[in-house]
């Protein structure tokens, strides 16, 4: 089930199921219940207890208007949400690091300002509440897992403070992720295995699973394509799988991961493997490693999990195994547990084993030549490397089924595709000629090196975002958060369109959706169509362009010759300077009710 909705009077509440987490939409049947809208007062309860959901921003001088002592002036009680939509992710600021699993209750109340501009109390008769499930993603034999990609967060410096180390300070490969990380603003120590839990979210939770069902059952063994490898504790779980003789692994070997010094941690990960793997005597290895890169790179990112009937399970996505790839990118991971999509990529594995992670041998292989359907998940597959001419079938269907949502009612697609825009793919300019279209709900964002290019309704282009944005001063009352460094922040590869519609699809995979990539990469592109996963991903595309736009229309220095600042010592009347406070009127509302402005779209589509 995508969705559930209540409605009271006008008022109307939808709430959309997420993995771990909730989009939460609200709708008033006409512009006139707008006027003197203050925002939405949202609570929800689970465990037997309720919270309020908080706001980050309160009134200026809060005591103008209704408010209970008992919560802070940021409560959504006493401060409500300007926004007609919101994703609730528990353990943001209550119930700590573990949140609770479970039915969630959520109650929503519009409220109103009063013809002076002071808030009226809580009018419980206006109220509409949904009950829903909230925790990691399954349906039939598929589970979702993603990572939290928010280092640049309030809740991450909230948690672990602004100068949380990701990995410790000193060279090792393979760490104790037990050891003590760091103290936050609270006082509070947290190990490096707190963090990660965090930060890996549902994505890691179900990397380990499946890893830890292997380890624990001498009667499987596992086969693996990995790309980035430097996660500790995912490398000891290999290491004991080859001294059983129970894993094979085909691991990059382009330059970012290996040299002739041997000095890369793919290349120590490679000795210290060699130096551990079972051997018995006159006989090959059980347990084995193959660095290659097929073109460019072995790509995928895939554990296969086998007993001796064959293949069982398969876990694929846009997660690399290592510390970047699972606490610092915003990345997805699928697993089947399917016997017939499992053996399909253990098949592919074979395939790259015995040919050496050859480019040439897998083109010309069945593997690179087809998509494979699975009927009961209404899904495919395709594996690359391609040959052009399939390159260009592949993502010149993507493109189309882009193109199409220009013609139809409550058309929208949403996405997150890591440096999409450095390649010439058809994918590419169906999804810049999208935002042409003002009819279309078009909402996305795509990493570089250099920034991440934003794309948002009411703009017929792309807007430079700076998804590392080291000039960021947040004013008051936000914190100030960490910069990322180089590389990808935004690191997943999907595309969703017909967000709530029975045709809704999305694409999916380790495949960045370029030309250059699908034909000489190692890699695999999921095409599922199926409502509820993409409401899940949808989701994930709204909270990342949500959370990257906020930032970047705090940044300064790249986009703006304004120096840096320092918060002003005073953060009332910084708050005050910058205008960081709820306005009184309800005004804030008119464009979502605008028909010449896409917000008024975005209300329909999701409410």
Excluded at 256 to 269: I, R
Excluded at 277 to 290: H, S, T
Excluded at 349 to 365: L, V
Aim: proline content about 5%; overall charge neutral.
């Amino acid at each position: 089930m995508a969705s559930v909705s209540a409605k009271t009077g006008s008022f109307s509440l939808k709430a959309h199921r997420g993995d771990g987490k909730t989009l939460l939409a609200f709708n008033l049947a006409q512009k006139k219940l707008s006027k003197n809208l203050a925002g939405f007062t949202i609570k929800y309860e689970a465990d037997g207890l309720s919270h309020y959901v908080h706001n980050q921003l309160q009134f200026k001088t809060p005591g103008d208007h209704a408010q209970d002592p008992k919560e802070p002036p940021n409560s959504s009680l006493n401060a409500p949400i300007h926004k007609f939509r919101w994703v609730h992710i528990p353990g943001s600021v209550h119930q700590g690091l573990t949140p609770f699993r479970g039915k969630y209750k959520y109650t929503v109340t519009p409220r109103y300002f009063d013809a002076d501009g002071a808030m009226l109390p809580l009018d419980p008769g206006l109220s509409a509440s949904v009950t829903i499930e909230v925790g990691p993603f399954r349906k039939g034999k598929l589970a979702l897992g993603f990572t939290r990609g928010f280092t640049q967060s309030q809740a991450f410096v909230h948690h672990f403070g602004k100068e949380a180390l990701i990995r410790p300070k000193n060279k090792e490969l393979i760490f104790d992720v037990s050891q003590e990380s760091g103290v936050n603003a609270s006082g509070e120590k947290y190990t490096f295995e707190d963090a990660y839990a965090w930060l890996g979210f549902t994505a890691r939770e179900q990397i380990f699973a499946l890893l830890d069902e292997v380890v624990n059952d001498a009667s499987l063994s596992l086969d693996v394509f990995a790309y980035d490898l430097n996660e500790p504790s995912f490398m000891q779980a290999l290491l004991e799988l080859a001294n059983e003789g129970r894993v094979r692994v085909i691991l990059d070997n382009a330059s970012l991961h290996h040299n002739s010094s041997g000095s890369k941690p793919e290349d120590e990960f490679e000795a210290c493997f060699r130096a551990t793997m079972n051997k018995k005597v006159g006989i090959e290895p059980d347990a084995d490693i193959l660095r290659g890169k097929f073109g460019s790179f072995a790509h995928d990112k895939v554990l296969i999990v086998k007993n001796d009937a064959g293949a069982q399970k398969v876990l694929t996505g846009s997660t690399n195994f290592s510390v970047t790839g699972l606490y610092v990118n915003s990345n997805h991971v699928l697993v089947f547990d399917d016997p017939k999509v499992a053996q399909t990529y253990a098949d592919v594995f074979e395939q790259a084993w015995t040919d050496g992670a050859s480019k040439a041998a897998f083109q010309q292989s069945k593997w690179a030549t087809q998509a494979f359907e699975f009927k009961p998940q209404s899904m495919s597959v395709t594996f690359a490397p391609h040959d052009p001419a399939d390159v260009a079938r592949i993502l010149g269907a993507v493109a189309k089924r882009v193109k199409q949502e220009s013609g139809k009612r409550k058309g929208s697609v949403l996405f997150a595709v890591m440096a999409l825009d450095i390649s010439t793919s058809p994918v590419l300019k169906a999804l810049t000629r999208l935002h042409a279209d003002q009819t279309v709900f078009s909402f996305g964002i795509s990493d570089t090196t250099k920034g991440i290019n934003l794309y948002k309704p009411g703009r017929k282009t792309g807007v430079l975002v700076t998804g590392k944005p080291a000039g960021t001063v947040l004013p008051p009352p936000f914190d100030q958060v960490p910069g990322v460094g180089l590389g990808h922040q935004v690191h997943h590869k999907f595309v969703v369109c017909g967000f709530d519609r029975d045709d809704a699809v999305v694409y999916c995979g380790s495949s960045n959706l370029n030309d250059g990539g699908e034909e000489k990469n190692g890699d695999n592109l999921l095409e599922i169509h199926d409502k509820d996963v993409a409401t899940v991903f949808a989701i994930e595309a709204l909270a990342l362009v949500d959370h990257f736009n906020f930032l970047d229309n705090c940044a300064r220095g790249a986009k703006s010759k304004t120096k840096a600042k320092k918060p002003l010592a005073s953060l009332r009347q910084a708050a005050s300077d910058a205008g960081w406070f709820l306005s009184t009127t309800g005004k804030w509302a008119e464009p979502y009710f605008d028909k010449q402005d896409l917000r008024c779209l975005d209300r329909q589509l999701f409410a």
